[in-house]
Nanobody
Framework: VQLVESGGGLVQAGGSLRLSCAAS????????MGWFRQAPGKEREFVGG????????YYANSVKGRFTISRDNAKNTVYLQMNSLKPEDTAVYYC????????????????????WGQGTQVTVSS
């Protein structure tokens, strides 16, 4: 599975952005997908995840109520809608996929994900 993120950019605080992650291959619909972010000098942190079916999503407390993950399995794409952005949301955002198929496990750690995109920069100005 190859992943390519897009949609990052510069936005003012309070604004919105939608990130996309396009996946190659024919197994996208079988994988749990996640979004992570990494700010300069900090460890990569979990943002949110969505099960292969799209029926369940889960989020870090820091973004709950502001960010929404969705997926379109017909388009092999997962999205991260980010609203009410704050300067502390500034980071490189990565999408990732769990290798196992049809998993219903909540996965929030980097080591649980097997495939990663190259990242897209999101900068929120105050």
């Amino acid at each position: 599975v190859q992943l390519v993120e897009s949609g990052g950019g510069l936005v003012q605080a309070g604004g919105s952005l939608r990130l996309s992650c396009a996946a190659s291959g024919r197994t996208f619909s079988k994988h749990t997908m996640g979004w992570f972010r990494q700010a300069p000098g900090k460890e990569r942190e979990f943002v949110g995840g969505i099960l292969w079916s799209g029926l369940r999503t889960y989020y870090a407390n820091s973004v709950k109520g502001r960010f929404t993950i969705s997926r379109d399995n017909a388009k092999n794409t997962v999205y991260l809608q980010m609203n009410s952005l704050k300067p502390e949301d500034t980071a490189v955002y990565y999408c990732a996929a769990v290798a196992s198929w049809y998993s219903d496990k909540t996965t929030t750690h980097t080591y649980e994900y097997d495939y990663w995109g190259q990242g897209t920069q999101v900068t929120v100005s105050s």
